[in-house]
């Protein structure tokens, strides 16, 4: 997510043609652009970051309901 408002922020400050990023090449933007969809696409997939995030919401989810389960209980 960073990546992305970064991405966003660049554009921003490129478009606008804000201090140093007014001679700052497109291309660099673009590259950064590449690197994200890279990163998104193949790259989280190998490393498995993909899955982590998803187990760690169900196990959050499971864990709410069992204290849930146990607190109706008493």
Partial sequence: MPLIVLI????????????RFADLS?????????????WFEFIEKVLGLDKKKEHNVLNS??????????????
């Fill in 8 to 19: 966003a922020a660049l554009i921003g400050l490129r478009f606008f043609e804000v201090w």
């Fill in 61 to 74: 989810r499971r864990e709410a309901r069992v204290k849930q389960a146990f607190d109706k209980k008493r």
């Fill in 26 to 38: 497109w291309w660099y933007v673009v590259g950064l652009m590449v690197f994200a969809f890279i």
